[in-house]
């Protein structure tokens, strides 16, 4: 009986463990991660520094300048010029860069020279930069109106070393001397040759002008060969203008104004004589009123598309080109001056900058006038 009880009790402690065996397995619990701090950036020990940029020459100069001359008031006596257009757009950096202030007065050339000669004779002037030629240069001179500049240009405390004088053609520096000296910074160098209608010439088979004789031939088969349409335009006002314009026809036809040799006036000299009845004779096919022209009138009349040919300054052709305004523009054909009896010759021409003798302000001056140019 002893020995049932055991059996008995070793079954149901058997039965018990396969119960327990065959159970649901226990779910396991998900352990979370273990949490992460969060890392801040770096921090960055010293701060970063923004590489300096090298200041330009140009930029050097003018700091240099605007401790010197900052607050001055610089008064330029200009004609109208394309050159001018360009300066005028130049001058706000310079006032920027040195604190100089620029103020442009801008007349038509007569006007300017009669001015200048006006102000030079009565030894005033409001002006500390003027704009000169060959022709006002010695008169201007000779009325103690201007400054040398040699001493300036040779000077490197007054002169800045990107400012290259010497890369100026000698034939245009020199154009503005008298005396051995130079009184006059150019800043356009000019000839004169002729503009004509490409477009024309090309319609009607007519060929390029080579001769005086030619150019006559030509003006004349233009003249009101369309509506409105004249052979030629020039400066012929008279003054200073028309004696631009004649210099360039009294050399082909063997004229002189004066003897080189013995300083005697050669005006009635047949050859100076033939020289003026030329120019009468091809001035029949200009617009009416040319004995008016000055340049702008000139140049408006061909721009326009009034003429076929225009005789007149290289300083034109950017303004003919320009289709905002010239009608001709992209249309117009270049030549140089037809010869004569004497051989082929045209001008050589220049504009530049100038210091007036009496400015109180010449060292500021000196700074617009090497700037610009």
Known sequence: MRRSVSFYLVVIALLVGMLAACGPRPTPVETPPPATEETAPPQATEETETPEVEKSP?????????????????????????????????????????????????????????KLLLDATA????????????????????????????????????????????????????MLSYHGQHYGIPFAGETVFL???????????????????????????????????????????????????????IF???GRIVDPETGEPQLNAPETVASLEYMIDLLQYAP????????????????????AMMIEASAAAPEVENPEKSVVAGQVGYAPMPAGPAGAYSGVWGWGLAM??????????????????
């Open 288 to 307: 009416v009123g040319v004995e008016s022209f000055s340049f702008p009138e000139a140049w408006d009349a061909f721009m326009q598309g009034k003429t």
């Open 195 to 249: 503009f004509y209608r490409q477009d024309l010439f090309d319609k009607y088979g007519v060929e390029v002008p080579q001769t005086m004789d030619q150019l006559l031939e030509t003006a004349a088969f233009f003249h009101g060969k369309e509506e409105g349409l004249s052979g030629i335009s020039m400066r012929t006002r008279l003054g200073w203008e028309f004696t631009y314009m004649w210099s360039v026809f």
């Open 356 to 373: 007036t003798a009496g400015s109180e302000q010449k060292e500021a001056a000196w700074a617009l006038i090497t700037y610009l140019t």
């Open 58 to 114: 140009v930029e050097q100069w003018a700091e240099a300048v605007r401790a010197e001359y900052e607050g001055t008031e610089l008064r330029i006596a200009v004609a109208s010029h394309p050159s001018i257009e360009a300066f005028k757009r130049m001058t706000p950096r310079f006032e920027e860069l040195t604190g100089i202030k620029v103020i442009w007065d801008e007349m038509e050339e007569g006007v300017l020279a009669d």
């Open 123 to 174: 030894g005033t002037t409001s002006y500390d930069v003027v704009m000169t030629c060959p022709e006002f240069t010695p008169a201007l001179v000779d009325l103690g109106m201007l400054e040398p500049l040699d001493g300036w240009i040779q000077d490197p405390d007054k002169t800045p070393t990107w400012f290259d004088y010497e890369d100026i053609l000698a034939a245009y520096r020199d």
């Open 252 to 254: 082909p036809f063997g």
